[in-house]
Nanobody
Framework: QVSVVESGGGLVQPGGSLTLSCVASGFSLDFYAIGWFRQAPGKEREGVSCISSSNTYTYYRDSVKGRFTISRDNAKDTVYLQMNSLKPEDTAVYYC???????????????????WGQGTPVTVSS
């Protein structure tokens, strides 16, 4: 069975840190770009960050630049999202998703991603 599973979410105070993990099961992530997305209550799902399959390109939305870092470990079929200096507006369910394609970029459009995880909730609150 092919799937991706997110973990690492939780409750954190403003200014705190969390590291999210996205683990592939049943397939190798080697040829996939990976995107992290989030959906806050009552809002549309939005792209947060992505990393190319070649591990040479990363993208961050403006609001998380300098605070979030995406990385991948293909030997573990895992992609990470390190989130520092968290703000209440980062509160959302975070999803990872895969885009099949070996290349030097990653798409930001949601509809270009095929496999989606179930999400992991992140709450930033004092």
């Amino acid at each position: 069975q092919v799937s991706v599973v997110e973990s690492g979410g939780g409750l954190v105070q403003p200014g705190g840190s969390l590291t999210l993990s996205c683990v592939a099961s049943g397939f190798s992530l080697d040829f996939y770009a990976i995107g992290w997305f989030r959906q806050a209550p009552g809002k549309e799902r939005e792209g947060v960050s992505c990393i190319s399959s070649s591990n040479t390109y990363t993208y961050y939305r403006d609001s998380v630049k300098g605070r979030f870092t995406i990385s991948r470990d293909n030997a573990k079929d895992t992609v990470y999202l390190q989130m520092n200096s968290l703000k209440p507006e980062d509160t959302a369910v975070y999803y990872c998703a895969t885009h099949l394609g070996y290349g030097s970029t990653c798409p930001t459009e949601l509809h270009l991603y095929d496999f989606w995880g179930q999400g992991t909730p992140v709450t930033v609150s004092s």
